[in-house]
């Protein structure tokens, strides 16, 4: 009896052993195949991490390729803009100052005609008419007259003819127009001619 029992007890401890056994081997290969995945999913992911380094890279290549070529494209528009604005701003210039001696001759036609003379009356109204609608219309285009009575001389602008010392105004004082200076646009067309006050020893 004590013979089987102590065979029994032997086989269930084999049993128990093997059982050991197999449970702590079990963990070990488990334990390695995992170490393995675990492996494999950080080169992948190292992987997919450089490649997204470098799409991003070159992303910012592109987007900042795109700003330049937008950049430029904006400049090129702008700049095609000021010279569209300035042909046009200036493209009346040679018709506007051939215009001008028209402007005088009507100026002086009028200032010979006496407002008094009711024969000459509706003549001079005719030019006093031509002269204003004309000078509108330069005007409307950016036609501006020089002023220049009791103003500095600046030889920028103006033209001195003549130099007067008999007057009691300053020296370089602009005391009469001969004639009539005009700015197209801000750009001097033609400088006035002007008498100018001087003192005996500058115009000597």
Do not use: C, W
Not at 76 to 87: C, D, P, Q
Not at 114 to 141: C, S, W, Y
Request: a negative charge; hydrophobic letters at 35%; charged letters at 35%.
């Amino acid at each position: 009896m004590m013979s089987k029992n102590k065979r029994e007890d032997e086989t269930h401890r084999e049993k128990i052993e093997q059982t050991d056994a197999d449970f702590l081997g079990k963990p070990k290969e488990v334990s390695s195949e995992k170490a393995s995945e675990t492996s494999q999913t950080v080169q992948m992911i190292k992987a997919e991490y450089e490649t997204l380094i470098k799409e991003s890279k070159e992303l910012a290549q592109v987007r900042d390729r795109y700003l330049r070529s937008a950049a430029d494209f904006e400049n090129a528009k702008k700049r095609l803009v000021r010279e569209r604005e300035a042909f046009f701003k200036y493209a009346l210039e040679d018709v506007v100052f051939g215009l001008l001696p028209v402007m005088d001759n009507l100026e002086r036609a009028i200032a010979h005609i006496e407002g008094n003379d009711e024969k000459m009356k509706p003549i001079r109204d005719g030019f006093v008419l031509i002269q204003k609608q004309l000078a509108q219309t330069l005007a409307e285009r950016g036609l501006k007259r020089i002023e220049v009575i009791g103003k500095p001389f600046d030889p920028h602008i103006h033209d001195a003819v003549e130099h007067i010392t008999e007057t009691q105004e300053p020296e370089g004082t602009i005391l009469e127009e001969v004639l009539v200076g005009y700015e197209l646009n801000g750009k001097l067309i033609r400088p006035a001619k002007v008498k100018v006050a001087a003192t005996k020893e500058s115009s000597s």
